[in-house]
């Protein structure tokens, strides 16, 4: 039997933890956005208003929607990860 030492976990870089939190909290929102717009609209009818000679299936409406979602959801989480890193430092006498 190998028996390996445990070293703890390897820290992750600020640039790495930024981009998971960018990720995971877009693919959060983007479900949820999905859920609430495929509530009220669905997919074949609003692939018919654009064109007649789309034929799109309901599965496929569904996940160009949440990946559409997911872009738009990662654009906004990334310029608001962005605006907080490269904001101007307070100094201490300026409180």
């Known amino acids: 039997m190998i028996q390996e030492e445990y070293r703890g976990a390897r820290q992750w ?4 933890q930024a981009i998971a939190i960018v990720v995971w ?3 959060l929102s ?8 495929f509530a009220f609209f669905d997919p074949v009818e609003l692939a018919g208003l654009l064109d007649d000679d ?3 299936g309901r599965e496929a409406g569904y996940a160009a929607g949440f990946f559409f979602f997911w872009v738009l959801s990662a654009a906004c989480a990334a310029l608001t990860a962005w605006l907080v890193r490269t904001a101007p430092k307070r100094d201490a006498a300026h409180r």
């Open 13 to 16: 870089s600020r640039d790495r």
């Open 25 to 27: 909290v877009s693919f």
């Open 30 to 37: 983007a479900a949820v956005e999905t859920m609430l717009f």
């Open 54 to 56: 789309i034929a799109i």
